[in-house]
């Protein structure tokens, strides 16, 4: 039997046996306190269940926005990547040396470490990420040979405020826009480290997203010197946040904020155009160790900041300037 049917078989954790968002914590999102309403907050619906059938996947995606895929991948594999994580981040110096480094503290004074190079130089990561069940899982899905991004956004989060909400498509629109995000805990995440979550529904409110959605994070407008400037620098001229109030935003789209206790072995995929974020950490100084990485049909167009050896990203190389 697959891995995911037998978790499947597992006995429901407590607080998925009641609706009520009564047996949830109390959330925070970027310092906002969220209202835990239960028609404001919820969990996110598992489809694991629906492992194998891509129909059903491609349905569900298209109504709720997102699939989260509970145990689908093999826990040791990413307990792994973690182990190999440890080891970098300890021997940057990010880590509390008094703790074993699989603990992930964080040393004193820690802020969000963002780690593309050690993602690449991790062979147990590129393995999780780029080959196997999860490649296997995307070409499934579309029906098609896959290509991925080279670029991971491989993130360490110490306590402290999150990640504010946003879509990713103002970070990578220049190819398809089929593509999707792959959000994949490297380790349990339990509520107070602060996993991410998705704004219910908001996918599908494109007469609130059309004038922020398409807006690309390194455009700017040659013929305004001081746009110019801030490119040449390597700078944005957009950030790319859709608020940094998560309970107001959540209030304008109508939905609920849904999230969810995360293990090892877990991945949360969505689409371009759902708005999400994420529960701030609010742990004894330990990280909240996570990647997000994308995945699109190989007959499609890709946004080219974000392949090759060396991926441009959002430096001047990646910088696209226009008459405005
Ligand atoms: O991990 C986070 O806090 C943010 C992740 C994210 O925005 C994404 O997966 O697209
Ligand atoms: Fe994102």
Redesign the pocket.
Known sequence: MQRWAIISLLPLKPFQTMSSAATLPQFYSYEHALDMDRDRIGTLRESADAADDFVELRRRLETDGYLFMKGYLYREEVLAAREEIARAMASKNLLDPDFPEMDMRCRPEASMEFMPEIAAACPQVQKVLYSGRLIDFYKGFYGESVKHYDFT?L?A?PPGK??NP?T?LPYMGRGTHNHM?C?MPYGDIPYDLGG?MILEGSHRRMDLLKNYVFRDVDAYCENKPEQKQRAEEGKWTFTGTLSHNPPRVRDKFGGRWLTSEFEAGDFLTFGMFVV?A?VDNRSDNVFRV?S?SRYQRASEPIDDRWVGENPPGHSTAGKRGRIC
């Open positions: 956004w993130r989060m999150g990640t946003h990713d995000t959000w991410l999400h994420a996570s997000d």
